[in-house]
C-alpha cells in the first residue's frame, strides 16, 4: 500500500519556541491531507484539513494562528506549531486519501510526538 | 461525532479467533465500513473495508449485516502483535473527507 511519512518522529522543544513538522505522501499525489492530535489514552481528533495550494480548514476550537498548516505541493504538508507550551504536547498524526487509485484508502503516517518542556 | 459505537474493551485468548463488533445503526447508503488498529505510539493501519457484502484479506474478514446497522471484524488467529486499539469508521468512498474516530475497542490478546 501507499505509504505516508513524517518527521521528525519525535522532538522536544522549549516554551515559548515554534516547532514544524513534515508530512509526505510517498508514492501517491494527495491534493488533501489531514492532521489529527492524540492526547495519551485517548482517540484521534481532527485538527484541520490541508488543501493544496489554499487554505486550511480547521476545525473548531483549534486556533488557525497556532497551529499553522502549508500544503505546498502535492506530497508535502507541514504543520507549524507557533509559541509552543506544554499543553501542546501531544502525538501529532497526519494521513492522506490516495484519490487517484481505487479503492482511495487514507493513510496514516507514523505520527510525531512533541514534548514541550 | 463518530457515528459508531464499540465496546470499550475485549480480550481474546492468543491463537484464537478475536471478534471485534461495531454498531453504526444511521449509516447512510454511500457510507463504506472501515477498520482501523493503533498499535501503540504508531499511526493507525489500515486494516479492511466493505459496503455490504462480507469481505475477507491477509489480515482481517469483515462481516456487515444485511441491514448494515452492524459489523463485525473477525481476526481469526490472534496474536500478540495483535493487541491494539481498533477502530471501526463510516465513511463515504472516492472523495476527500476526512476519517472520523471513535474512541475504539482496545483489544488485548492474552498468551
Known amino acids: 500500500g501507499a505509504v505516508v511519512s513524517q518527521h521528525p518522529s519525535r522532538v522536544i522543544c522549549k516554551s515559548g519556541t515554534s516547532v514544524k513538522i513534515e508530512c509526505r505522501s510517498l508514492?501517491?499525489?494527495?491534493?488533501?491531507m489531514f492532521w489529527y492530535r492524540q492526547f495519551p489514552k485517548q482517540s484521534l481528533m481532527l485538527m484541520a484539513t490541508?488543501?493544496?495550494?489554499?487554505?486550511?480548514?480547521?476545525e473548531q476550537g483549534v486556533e488557525k494562528d497556532k497551529f499553522l498548516i502549508n500544503h505546498a505541493s502535492l506530497t508535502l504538508s507541514t504543520l507549524t506549531v507557533t509559541s509552543a507550551h506544554p499543553e501542546d504536547s501531544s502525538f501529532y498524526i497526519c494521513?492522506?486519501?490516495?484519490?487517484?487509485?481505487?479503492?482511495?484508502?487514507?493513510?496514516f503516517g507514523p505520527g510525531t510526538r512533541l514534548t514541550v518542556t | 461525532d463518530a457515528k459508531t459505537t464499540q465496546p470499550p474493551s475485549m480480550d481474546c485468548a492468543e491463537g484464537r479467533a478475536a471478534n471485534l463488533p461495531c454498531n453504526h445503526s444511521?449509516?447512510?447508503?454511500?457510507?463504506?465500513v472501515y477498520w482501523y488498529r493503533q498499535i501503540h505510539s504508531q499511526g493507525p493501519q489500515y486494516i479492511i473495508h466493505?459496503?455490504?457484502n462480507n469481505e475477507t484479506n491477509e489480515m482481517a474478514s469483515l462481516i456487515i449485516t444485511e441491514d448494515r446497522k452492524s459489523s463485525t471484524l473477525i481476526l481469526p488467529h490472534a496474536t500478540l502483535r495483535d493487541t491494539a486499539v481498533y477502530y471501526c469508521?463510516?465513511?463515504?468512498?472516492?472523495?476527500?473527507?476526512?476519517?472520523?474516530f471513535g474512541a475504539g475497542t482496545r483489544l488485548t490478546v492474552k498468551p
Open positions: 490541508s488543501n493544496e495550494g489554499s487554505k486550511a480548514t480547521y
Open positions: 469508521i463510516v465513511s463515504p468512498p472516492y472523495n476527500n473527507n476526512d476519517m472520523r
Open positions: 508514492d501517491f499525489q494527495a491534493t488533501t
Open positions: 466493505g459496503l455490504k
Open positions: 444511521t449509516i447512510s447508503g454511500n457510507e463504506y
Open positions: 494521513s492522506a486519501r490516495d484519490t487517484s487509485h481505487p479503492p482511495y484508502e487514507q493513510y
